[in-house]
């Protein structure tokens, strides 16, 4: 089998259809429809194996995640995902691995209506690029840089599950149906792209905690150059991060990276409308704290101290 048949056998046939497409898979570019009103967002992850995954999880999972996390980009925009480019790297021709890769990618696509269009294959060290492109209605993409002060902080989610996972070794002891829990956590992220109206209406900035919530929230200090005050006992730490690490919890959630939940801010006046509109899609999210004029991050201890809080997350260098 070569890189043509490669393609025509696990990619070309994976893909729904989507009326916005008109040339996919097969052409030198793809060709889509981008309707009048609307914006395009454009955002490109690499996952790289023994960095981002390990080289023996089911590439099931591999391609599953791949995508979660490029859409997790555009959840953060405030946008609706639509289309997704995927250049794969590849050591060797496994069709077992293969098929598993295609399932996956497969079934992550069809959960958020997203058309495969084109791609990349070549021969090297296993790596997935994706490139997932997004649509937005003109002018409501929401970026880090839109926050003011006195603005409230939430996050979309608990935190810290995935960063344990990352360590399962570590703890001796573990129940398997929690094991399994984490274990999904990790691979099978979901991206908040049921927010994207609900902030549209109420948030000022957003950014997804792909790399941990105090590095990530840094980013909207640094973007709308202000200062984030949290209060430590509001962060929604994963329950199972409590039970199997009560002593790290709070360091896991505030720096354990790849949780894909959102972390956004909220004007005052704003939050009554997001309340409602939260409980009427009976989602539920968790006030942090506030943005404030002093830059830098600090944290309301239990104590009712107030302390600075470093800018910890992942960094690839
Ligand atoms: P070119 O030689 O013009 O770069 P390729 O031979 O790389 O084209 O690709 C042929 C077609 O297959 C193109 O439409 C390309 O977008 C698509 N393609 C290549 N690799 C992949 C992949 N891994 N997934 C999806 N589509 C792919
Ligand atoms: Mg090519």
């Known amino acids: 089998m070569n890189e043509f048949a490669l393609i025509d056998t696990f990619f070309k046939t994976l893909t729904h259809e989507r009326s916005d497409v008109v040339l996919g898979i097969g052409d030198d570019a793809a060709c889509l429809n981008v309707p009048i009103g609307q914006q395009l967002l454009v ?31 555009i959840a953060a925009m405030a946008a609706k995902p639509c289309w997704l480019s995927l250049a794969l790297t590849l050591p060797k021709l496994d069709r077992n691995w293969l098929i598993r890769f295609s ?4 079934s992550a696509l069809k959960q ?12 090297g060290p296993l790596s997935i ?22 603005d409230k902080i939430y996050v979309s ?7 344990l996972a990352v360590n399962l070794e570590s703890i001796p002891i573990m129940d398997d149906a929690d094991k399994q829990t984490l274990m999904t956590a990790l691979q099978h992220p979901q991206p908040r792209i049921d927010l994207a109206d609900i902030l549209q209406r109420c948030a ?5 905690i792909s790399d941990g919530l105090s590095a990530d929230l840094n980013h909207i200090c640094e973007a709308s150059q202000l200062g984030a005050y949290l209060s430590l006992p509001d962060i929604p730490v994963h329950p199972l991060v409590t039970k199997y690490l009560q002593e790290k919890a709070l360091d896991l959630a505030l720096q354990g990276g790849d949780d894909y939940e959102l972390c956004f801010t909220v004007p005052l006046e704003k939050e009554p409308q997001l309340l409602d509109l939260l409980a009427k899609a009976g989602l539920r999210c968790y006030q942090i704290g506030l943005m404030d004029k ?10 009712g101290e107030k302390r600075a809080l470093a800018a910890r997350g992942y960094s690839h260098f």
């Not at 958020?112 to 021969?123: E, K, M, P, R, S």
């Not at 989610?157 to 960063?163: E, H, P, Q, R, T």
């Open 157 to 163: 989610g608990c935190l810290g599950a995935a960063a």
């Open 103 to 106: 399932q996956g990618l497969k």
């Open 294 to 303: 002093e830059l830098g991050l600090y944290a309301k201890t239990e104590q």
């Open 112 to 123: 958020f209506d997203v058309a495969l269009i084109g791609g990349d294959t070549t021969h």
């Open 129 to 150: 690029t994706m490139t997932i492109h997004g649509l937005v209605a003109e002018g409501h993409a929401l970026a880090r840089s839109g926050a003011k002060a006195n």
């Open 43 to 73: 955002s490109t992850d690499t996952l790289v194996a023994g960095v981002h995954f390990l080289e023996d999880w089911d590439a099931y999972d591999i391609a599953y995640k791949a995508v979660m996390v490029n859409l997790s980009d």
């Open 204 to 208: 000022s900035a957003v950014i997804d």
